[in-house]
Nanobody
Framework: QLQFVESGGGLVQPGGSLRLSCAAS????????IGWYRQAPGKDQEGVSC????????YYADSVKGRFTIARDNAKNTVYLQMHALKPEDSAVYYC??????????????????WGQGTQVTVSS
């Protein structure tokens, strides 16, 4: 069972930045495609970004392109989502997971395994 632990969320003003971290519980992330998803109240779950298993492809939703960056640090067994120029509409619970596929133009809407607890991001003045 793939279990992920998300952290790094918080309250930030519009235009601010946050870095989310995705750590693995008991297994290595090296060689595993990883994605970030978000769920806002009253909205459909959205695949935000992913990095494929070879780190050769990354995907970003149009809503975050140019503002978010996904990166992997194998030494720390962690995948990060660096978020800049945050907007109120970025407010959501963010989850990391292993998407069923990660391509440069799209990512799977559902992951392997179950969801973690997520980390809350709130963008508000």
């Amino acid at each position: 069972q793939l279990q992920f632990v998300e952290s790094g969320g918080g309250l930030v003003q519009p235009g601010g930045s946050l870095r989310l971290s995705c750590a693995a519980s008991g297994f290595t992330l090296d060689g595993l495609g990883i994605g970030w998803y978000r769920q806002a109240p009253g909205k459909d779950q959205e695949g935000v970004s992913c990095i494929n298993n070879s780190d050769e492809e990354t995907y970003y939703a149009d809503s975050v392109k140019g503002r978010f960056t996904i990166a992997r640090d194998n030494a720390k067994n962690t995948v990060y989502l660096q978020m800049h120029a945050l907007k109120p509409e970025d407010s959501a619970v963010y989850y990391c997971a292993a998407p069923r596929f990660c391509l440069s133009r799209r990512m799977a809407s559902s992951p392997f395994g179950s969801w973690g607890q997520g980390t809350q991001v709130t963008v508000s003045s």
